[in-house]
């Protein structure tokens, strides 16, 4: 397979002097065409801010971002980015926020009738495919959020973007809707077939969208391991039972408990106990 | 004897912390809080030793609105005041809402324009009758140029506030759409701001009312707040007491216009859960 993203040295610094951070140190990463990887890590590991450089709404210190061979300049209608609340336009209906990027320049350029029919019968397929027709009328602080997030990823793929790049997407969501939602975005890679990039603290979630888990660690922000996900590439909720799984998901949130650097001191928790038993 | 106490919690009543307040008894609270000050009003101006110059009634309040409005031309004062306000509150609107868009989105336009503005925010609107008398001359215009003084700086700021607490992930999202920078402040910041925008327009327009006294004090021989102060000159207590009360109504009236105008515009702001 061919590779859709080359991540190549890449660094990025926060601030200047005193207040320097260094978010990002040397990640290299390439992702071929159609893979789906997700990225794990403690917090500060900069997985986030790696994303949003892809995305092009960060800009990185070092190194390059390379999308189908070209450095990437800013944002673009081919990565397509969704977040983990409040990017829904509340002041359009369901129908009309999936539509936005059709009232953009860039989505009417050189636009025939027969292009306009197209759109509008994608914004229907997409609507049908994510089960929003019912709701394509009401407004999105109608719906719950699973149905909001529903609503982002589809008007995120009405431009058939080539790259999704998704940032704790089902984050604030419960468990349920979240497993719901896992099986959608799945659906949705097969059929779409877009590049996947997704952020999450949820390792469970991590293993069982990707065909790569990438294991990132803090202070500086880097890479720390590259996990392959050894499932086969049509996944059901009952794998997450299985051994492979299961092993995976130790030895992953074992890794990232080291390199969080934060350690839980067992004496000082005994010394707690003890001060609260004398009281 | 007296039946078992129950043991199920019982409905918290209305004096509990945050407790709930239907709808009849929420009438019955505002109704109060409207007829007593009346009540209070009306009892101690009728007493014998309170001295009418000093507290006019009720009565001689409402008497003096019947003959403001038959004899003094009561509708030309109220016309000429609303057409000063509100021209004042316009030009000051519409000058402030695409300072306060760049305000908001662009940081050095922040930065050139908002110390200015806050600075020249704490400066008391009367205080620039001299100027204006002698810059702008006493024309209609004059008046208008002090409620514009006394509200427009304030607008930029609070509508600059609106513009700037539009979520970035909004704006972040028309640009992995292909948005250019012109589209997302039209087509997203804009947008997104336009019902803060509108509360802001409601409570400027608030302020606004309170220069007029203020901005007809400069050589005006009509208005509300004209009256008012030729009433003082006179001593004409019962006058004053009306010209407030109706700049009072009249700011009501306003309030629930732009309320109205909120609920039509803004429809998915309004839903009933």
Redesign the interface.
């Known amino acids: 397979m061919s590779t859709k993203i080359s991540i190549q040295h890449v660094g990025k610094v926060f601030g200047e002097g005193r207040h320097r951070v260094e978010a990002l140190k040397d990640v290299s990463l390439d992702i071929a065409d159609n893979e789906f990887v997700t990225f794990v890590g403690a917090s500060g590991c900069g997985k986030s801010t790696l994303l949003r450089i892809i995305?092009?709404?960060e800009y990185h210190t070092a190194g390059d971002v390379l999308v189908d061979d070209q450095a990437i300049m800013?944002?673009?209608?081919d990565?397509?980015?969704v977040?983990?609340?409040?990017?829904?336009?509340?002041?359009l209906t369901v129908m009309e926020n999936i539509k936005?990027?059709r009232?953009?320049?860039?989505?009417r350029e050189n636009l025939s009738a027969a292009d306009v029919e197209a759109a509008s019968g994608r914004a229907d397929a997409l609507l049908s495919l994510m089960g929003l027709t019912a709701a394509a009328d009401a407004?999105?602080?109608?719906l719950s959020g699973g149905m909001q997030q529903r609503v982002?990823i589809a008007?995120?793929l009405?431009?058939r973007?080539q790259v999704l790049?998704m940032d704790e997407p089902f984050g604030a969501l419960d468990a349920q809707t979240r497993e719901v939602m896992h099986d959608l975005i799945l659906h949705v890679h097969r059929l779409e077939k877009p590049t996947l990039a997704f952020v999450t603290h949820d390792v469970e979630e991590a293993i069982y969208l990707a065909d790569r888990v990438v294991l990132m660690a803090p202070r500086p922000g880097r890479i720390d391991t590259i996990y392959e996900v050894p499932l086969p590439a049509e996944r059901e909720q009952d794998m997450k039972h299985t051994p492979e799984f299961l092993s995976l998901k130790k030895e992953i949130l074992a890794r990232i408990r080291e390199t969080s650097g934060m350690k839980t001191d067992q004496g000082m928790l005994d010394q707690l106990n003890l001060q609260g038993s004398t009281v | 004897m007296q039946s078992r106490p129950s043991t199920r919690p019982r409905r918290p009543g209305m004096w509990a912390i945050r407790g709930p307040l239907s709808r009849r008894q929420y009438w019955l609270f505002a109704a109060l809080g409207l007829l007593v000050p009346l009540g209070l009003w009306w009892g101690v101006s009728s007493g014998a030793a309170v001295d009418k110059v000093f507290l006019p009634g009720p009565v001689d309040v409402f008497n003096r609105l019947v003959t403001w409005f038959t004899e003094d031309d009561l509708m030309s004062d109220m016309g000429i005041s609303i057409y000063r306000v509100t021209t004042g509150f316009l030009i000051s609107a519409v000058i402030a809402l695409p300072l306060a868009l760049m305000i908001g989105t662009f940081r050095p336009v922040q930065a050139v324009l908002e110390p200015l503005t806050d600075f020249i925010r704490y400066m008391p609107a009367v205080a620039f009758i001299p100027l204006v008398m002698l810059w702008v001359g006493i024309e209609e215009s004059s008046k208008i140029s002090i409620i514009f003084i006394g509200t427009f700086f304030q607008m930029v700021l609070m509508m600059a506030e609106d513009v700037r607490r539009v979520p970035l992930a909004q704006i972040e999202a028309a640009q992995t759409m292909g948005a250019q920078k012109g589209e997302t402040i039209s087509l997203v910041i804009f947008q997104a701001a336009k019902p803060a925008l509108l509360d802001t327009l409601r409570v400027t327009m608030g302020w606004a009312w309170t220069y007029l006294v203020v901005a007809e004090l400069v050589a005006a021989n009509s208005g509300l707040g004209y009256s008012i102060l030729k009433a003082q000159r006179f001593l004409q207590t019962d006058k004053i007491f009306v010209g407030i009360i109706l700049i009072g109504l009249i700011g009501l009236v306003m309030d629930q216009l732009f309320r109205l105008a909120h609920r039509k515009a803004f429809p998915w702001l309004h839903l009933r859960s």
Do not use: I, K
Request: aromatic share 16%; proline share 11%; net charge positive.
């Open positions: 995305g092009g709404l800013g944002p673009g209608a990565r397509a980015m977040f983990q609340h409040y990017s829904l336009y509340p002041w936005f990027s009232r953009l320049r860039h989505g407004w999105p602080n109608q982002a008007r995120a009405m431009g973007p790049l």
